[in-house]
């Protein structure tokens, strides 16, 4: 069974914060995502994913800083980051995206990808992904 993607994508307006909850409508495991940040993004726009597992925020991408515990972002420009999730999850928990736009000019349009499947894959599967 191939993995369902859920696509969040979001028009960031100009210096505009977003805070975007998806419900995971299906008990499953997430593999992998992706964040795709277009041309002229850098400096500008800062996003975050992290999921609400059983009530519990568990921060995804970028892991929080080690020393100290502090949230980070991550801020690419023309770039498709990919990130592992390998999580168990279940139905009507949270995908959380964060996107922060200071650009004062121009709207980003931000894509955030994330790969559900019904059960854990084999590592093959996941490299046919890939």
Not at 72 to 80: E, G
Request: include cysteine.
């Amino acid at each position: 069974m191939p993995a369902d993607t859920i696509n969040i994508a979001q028009d960031a307006e100009s210096g505009q914060q977003y805070t975007i909850r998806r419900v995971v409508t299906k008990k499953g495991y997430l593999s992998s995502g992706f964040i795709h940040f277009p041309p002229g993004c850098f400096g500008f726009v800062d996003v975050r994913v992290s999921l609400e597992i059983s009530g519990t925020e568990v921060p995804i991408c970028p892991i929080p800083d080690l020393e100290t515990s502090t949230q980070q972002f991550v801020s690419i420009d023309d770039f498709t980051l990919p990130f592992p999730i390998d999580r168990d999850i279940g139905k009507d928990d949270l995908i959380i995206v964060e996107i922060r736009n200071g650009d004062a000019v121009n709207d980003h349009d931000i894509t955030v990808l994330a790969f559900w499947w019904h059960k854990k894959p084999s590592p093959q599967q996941i490299r046919e992904l890939i």
